[in-house]
């Protein structure tokens, strides 16, 4: 989660954020965000290419049920641990833990993204430090749409110096990890699938930016035709609501979701929304429609107390159950998810 201020805002958005809505709550919820926004760190590239250490536990995630409690806490505390220290970009935590998701599609099956056969993308961000975005893709079964790409993206990176980034994002990166795992053990949807963890989000969305601008990977960027984006999915029991957001009245996204709702009871999800505050906006300002699972934590965002003893797992394991249906039903729909990128639908904001 990345909340911008404002300028910056404006600098990514130029046409599409009337100055209303610059510092307004992107939920539509009740008030703005809390505070944060970029990091501000003078950490300029400290390097870090090696192994943080130890072992990732990758192999523990490709077995079982993906969306237990335990593996989605065994992912979480190993990613959001001391040792890790909040996986700031070029730093031995942020090699690490870009190793635990790489091993982990290694270990089910997905095929790496680019056409060097790694799974790593590097770039270097703005503050000159050397990270990488985890691409694998689970290439889809139907001929007439396995162009069509639905990327499920989640961020893995933090601040770090303490702020260790367990709600944001360790809890996102689990849960697409667990979509993976439950989708790579079932005969694969139409569409193909593309699963990302995407560094350098936390100073302004760079690794999204740098996927859809690279020219590495063996599916182009350009191919993605919805984003199923999660970012700070472990703090349900704050608020007592998931947002669904970019689910307008019309969208793609919101017609997935609305067949789904009704299987999960124990969820109050927040349709209708919109936000310009994660890696989603890289894909909407390209007019690609995208769904984004958050819960709103305001009494650690971006805080040092944003740890792995806060996650609400009663209800982080309901909405990582419901990532995968829902991944699995646009990974299958017969909506025209191309035609809705290609007709320029409204998909940034309501
Ligand atoms: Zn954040």
Redesign the pocket.
């Known amino acids: ?2 909340a911008q201020p404002a300028a910056l805002t404006a600098l990514l958005l130029p046409a599409l954020l009337p100055a209303l809505l610059l510092t307004a709550c992107a939920t539509g919820g009740g008030g703005a965000k809390p505070g ?1 926004g970029a990091d501000g760190g003078a950490d300029g590239g400290d390097g870090g290419a090696s192994d943080g250490g130890g072992d990732t536990g990758a192999a523990a995630g490709c077995s079982g049920d993906p969306f237990s409690r335990a593996s989605l806490q065994a992912d979480i505390s190993r990613l959001a641990s001391p040792e890790w220290d909040g996986r700031r970009p070029g730093t031995p935590g942020d090699a690490a833990a870009r190793g635990l998701i790489e091993a982990r599609f290694a270990c089910l099956g997905l095929e790496p993204l680019l056409a060097s056969g790694e799974f790593q993308e590097p770039f270097v961000d703005h503050k000159g430090r050397a990270t990488a975005n985890v691409l694998a893709a689970l290439p889809g079964r139907d001929a007439s749409v396995a162009h069509e790409v639905v990327l499920v993206s989640a961020h893995l990176d ?1 601040f770090g110096r303490g702020r260790l ?1 367990a709600n ?2 360790a809890s996102g990166l689990a849960v697409m990890m667990a979509a993976a795992q439950a989708l790579a053990a079932g005969p694969g949807p139409r569409r193909t699938v593309i699963f990302a963890g995407f560094g350098s ?2 100073s302004g969305f760079e690794g999204s930016e740098a996927f859809v601008t690279a020219s590495a990977s063996e599916i182009s960027p350009a191919d993605v035709v919805f984003n199923l984006n999660l ?2 999915v472990g703090s349900y029991s704050q608020t007592d609501i998931v947002y669904a957001l970019g689910t307008m009245d019309g969208t793609p996204g919101r017609r997935a979701i609305d067949a789904l709702v009704g299987d999960f009871p124990s969820l109050n999800i927040g349709l209708g929304d919109w936000s310009n505050e994660s890696d989603n906006v890289t894909f909407c300002r390209r007019g690609v429609p995208y769904l984004f699972f958050w819960t709103e934590d305001p009494e650690c965002y ?1 805080l040092d107390c944003d740890t792995e003893d806060r996650i609400d797992y009663v209800h982080l394991v309901e909405i990582a159950a419901l990532t995968g249906a829902l991944v699995t039903a646009l990974g299958d729909t017969e909506d025209d998810l191309g035609g809705a990128v290609r007709r320029g639908e409204k998909v940034c904001k309501g």
């Open positions: 989660m990345n944060g933090h980034g944001d994002d989000e936390e970012d700070m971006h």
